[in-house]
């Protein structure tokens, strides 16, 4: 298995709701990325979890609340989101550091109303 | 830390024309670099990587990349595009810190 699994592929919200993107690796990656992407823009790093701990928090709105229950799963969990936040939400997997690159999972494409 | 940085916003070309995308990275000591491609509605994969070596990288899809040392560049080539290859691409840097530098990408625009 050599795929980045995110589900949903598209998430429309409220405002008000709380709601969450799933994320799931078997490849025995020991680091796990979630970024952001606009339209026609690169990745922007939200959080890094490395060994199932947190090991970076690029500045990101307490909205935005990752959780790594295991090696293989890394969540992230959304509560009363901006209109701002719409974009495609981009969960990745590296062995460790991402010397050898990345994996990219498909998105979750988020839409806030 | 590596950056890099991408000159060419949007190529528009013909099929079976030649591409050349430019990226030029910023001296950080150990020198690895990437070239993710994305194509339109899909998530993003590597075409290929850089560590060590053979300055003259081969990709999948056909695609190849020149590390040039002397001139901080690491330019990906196609020799003759196809439609599908329309697509937005992307050098990046290695992780700092497990950060993955981006560039600010090239939209590639192929016509039939």
């Known amino acids: 298995d050599t795929e980045v699994t995110q589900t949903p592929k598209h998430l429309v919200m409220g405002m008000t709701n709380k709601k969450s993107l799933k994320c799931e690796q078997h490849?025995?990656?020991?680091?796990m990325y979630w970024y952001k992407q606009k339209a026609k823009k690169p990745p922007e790093l939200m959080f890094v979890?490395?060994?199932?701990?947190?090991?970076i928090n690029e500045s990101v709105p307490s909205r935005f609340s990752p959780e790594c229950p295991n090696s293989s799963l890394l969540n992230l969990h959304l509560h009363a989101l901006q209109p701002e936040d719409s974009a495609l939400y981009l969960c990745?997997?590296?062995?460790?550091?991402?010397?050898?690159?990345?994996?990219f999972g498909s998105g979750t494409r988020l839409t806030v109303v | 830390a590596q950056s890099v940085s991408q000159h060419n916003h949007h190529v528009i070309l013909s099929e079976a024309a030649s591409l050349e995308l430019g990226c030029n990275y910023s001296?950080?000591?150990?020198?690895?670099l990437f070239w993710y491609v994305q194509y339109p509605g899909q998530h993003l994969q590597l075409l290929l990587k850089?560590?060590?070596?053979?300055?003259l990288v081969k990709g999948i899809k056909g695609f190849e990349a020149e590390f040039i040392k002397s001139k901080f560049s690491f330019n990906l080539r196609k020799p003759s595009v196809q439609w599908s290859d329309t697509a937005e691409y992307f050098c990046?840097?290695?992780?700092?810190?497990?950060?993955?530098?981006f560039g600010a990408g090239t939209t590639v625009t192929v016509r039939a």
């Open positions: 490849m025995g990656h020991r680091a």
């Open positions: 979890y490395s060994y199932e701990k947190l090991s």
């Open positions: 850089y560590f060590s070596g053979d300055p």
């Open positions: 001296y950080g000591g150990t020198v690895n």
């Open positions: 990046a840097a290695p992780p700092n810190d497990y950060k993955l530098s």
């Open positions: 990745a997997s590296s062995p460790t550091g991402g010397e050898t690159g990345y994996t």
